[in-house]
């Protein structure tokens, strides 16, 4: 069964610092992987996804995650982070199988002090 | 487009009471999920549709929740009796092809 571990429960950074929060999974085969993020009182929304092809993927925001199937990982980067970006980051794994539920990571708590 | 539309955005209830929550899918959108939020459990997917059709329900926690869609545009989750424990958010979703779209959640409190 797919899993996903988000390692860091919550992470503070200062504004203008960089950022990378990390993600896990495990999957027998190649996956789709997608990174959301979620302010309080919100659903959760699209940064961005991996399906296939360059493994460097650009997403909203000026965020970024690479695959790195060596490592199992999917990791969410910004180089310079803004007041704006606090909130909580959920990366997620779905099925190329074909079944569609996707297995979400329990997520990281971003806190961005001036 | 609206996106995905959830009602009521909170709801409060005693034990022993139905809920019916509520989702309207963005146009189009032919996969319709429903997922539940706790502290304890993170996301958990309890059920989703296609077509109108459920197709997997195993995350349905037991047989006081039910799920329907009797059209495209229109999906309820529906707890009966409510207990204390099934207090959480809900959150509807709904995708075409890609990601899924949530909608805003409706938090629930059972007391």
């Known amino acids: 069964a797919q899993s996903v571990t988000q390692p860091d429960i919550h992470i503070t950074v200062s504004e203008g610092a960089s950022l990378e929060l990390r993600c896990n999974y495990s999957y027998g085969a190649t996956p789709y992987l997608f990174w959301y993020v979620q302010s309080p009182g919100q659903g959760l929304q699209l940064l961005l996804k991996?399906?296939?092809?360059?493994?460097l993927v650009q997403g909203i925001k000026g965020f970024e995650a690479e695959f790195k199937r060596s490592q199992s990982s999917f990791n969410l980067r910004k180089p310079s982070v803004h007041w704006s970006d606090a909130a909580e980051y959920f990366c997620a794994v779905g099925d190329q199988g074909g079944s569609e539920k996707l297995v979400f990571g329990k997520g990281t708590k971003l806190t961005v002090n001036p | 487009d609206a996106g995905v539309i959830q009602s009521p955005r909170h709801e409060v209830t005693e034990m022993g009471q139905e809920v019916t929550l509520r989702c309207k899918p963005i146009s189009g959108h032919d996969y319709l999920f429903w997922y539940r939020q706790t502290m304890m459990r993170g996301l958990e997917l309890l059920i989703y549709?296609?077509?109108?059709?459920?197709?997997?329900d195993s995350g349905m926690p037991e047989d006081r929740f039910s799920a329907k869609m009797p059209n495209a545009s229109f999906s309820t989750l529906k707890i009966q009796p409510s207990e204390p424990r099934d207090s959480a958010v809900y959150f509807c979703?709904?995708?075409?092809?890609?990601?899924?779209?949530f909608g805003n959640g409706t938090r629930l409190t059972v007391t």
């Open positions: 991996y399906f296939s092809g360059d493994t």
């Open positions: 549709f296609n077509n109108n059709v459920p197709i997997d």
């Open positions: 979703a709904s995708r075409s092809r890609g990601a899924l779209h």
